[in-house]
């Protein structure tokens, strides 16, 4: 696959698990169009509509080719996402990043490239060479389990901690196993 056809790919993924608009008041994120958060637009400062200010009717605003948008350049251009060799380890650390924050996504595959045990990453959620390397030389469809297995662990402990959050239970489980 070219680096196109895997950033369409995992960009088919995302929008297919984001779906499109959620007003739900228990979303920490605040109102969401495609997975792009009202507090993520402000955290980039984009005011869709050009009105002054960044609210709701932004994000209602949205159009998918600007989400698209977004995820190319503030995730899988600013992330250097396109050094991943393999479609199933990708798709999967880009999902969970738009899920549950780049950080995380990345603390989960540096844990699973340490489980498999060919290297020792420091766990600090940076991607860069040392963990490219390693997730390249490593089974894709190991890592592509084992970032599952952090990512349901991930989901079940913060519902522990917020039983607010068990409304996202069902999802958040489906979305760490796909």
Same mark, same amino acid.
């Given at each position: 696959?070219?680096?196109?056809?895997?950033?369409?790919?995992?960009?088919?993924?995302?929008?297919?698990?984001?779906?499109?608009?959620?007003?739900?008041?228990?979303?920490?994120?605040?109102?969401?169009?495609?997975?792009?958060?009202?507090?993520?637009?402000?955290?980039?400062?984009?005011?869709?509509? /050009?009105?002054? +200010?960044?609210?709701?009717?932004? !994000?209602? *605003?949205?159009?998918?080719? =600007? $989400?698209?948008?977004?995820?190319?350049?503030?995730?899988?251009?600013?992330?250097?996402?396109?050094?991943?060799?393999?479609?199933?380890?990708?798709?999967?650390?880009?999902?969970?990043?738009?899920?549950?924050?780049?950080?995380?996504?990345?603390?989960?595959?540096?844990?699973?490239?340490?489980?498999? /045990?060919?290297? +020792?990453?420091?766990?600090?959620? !940076?991607? *860069?060479?040392?963990?490219? =390397? $390693?997730?390249?030389?490593?089974?894709?469809?190991?890592?592509?389990?084992?970032?599952?297995?952090?990512?349901?662990?991930?989901?079940?402990?913060?519902?522990?901690?917020?039983?607010?959050?068990?409304?996202?239970?069902?999802?958040?489980?489906?979305?760490?196993?796909?």
């Amino acid at each position: 696959m070219t680096h196109e056809e895997t950033f369409q790919a995992c960009i088919t993924a995302i929008l297919d698990h984001e779906g499109g608009l959620s007003l739900d008041k228990r979303d920490p994120g605040g109102a969401t169009q495609w997975g792009i958060s009202l507090r993520y637009l402000r955290s980039i400062g984009y005011d869709i509509n /050009g009105d002054g +200010k960044i609210d709701k009717e932004d !994000i209602k *605003g949205l159009p998918i080719k =600007g $989400a698209i948008g977004i995820y190319r350049k503030y995730w899988w251009d600013k992330l250097r996402y396109a050094a991943f060799n393999e479609l199933v380890v990708v798709e999967k650390v880009f999902d969970l990043a738009v899920n549950c924050g780049s950080s995380q996504s990345h603390k989960f595959l540096q844990r699973a490239i340490n489980e498999i /045990g060919e290297n +020792k990453l420091v766990v600090d959620g !940076i991607l *860069g060479g040392l963990t490219f =390397g $390693a997730a390249n030389r490593s089974d894709g469809n190991k890592l592509r389990q084992l970032i599952r297995e952090q990512a349901e662990e991930f989901y079940l402990n913060l519902i522990k901690k917020n039983p607010d959050f068990s409304v996202f239970k069902n999802g958040w489980l489906r979305r760490a196993k796909w």
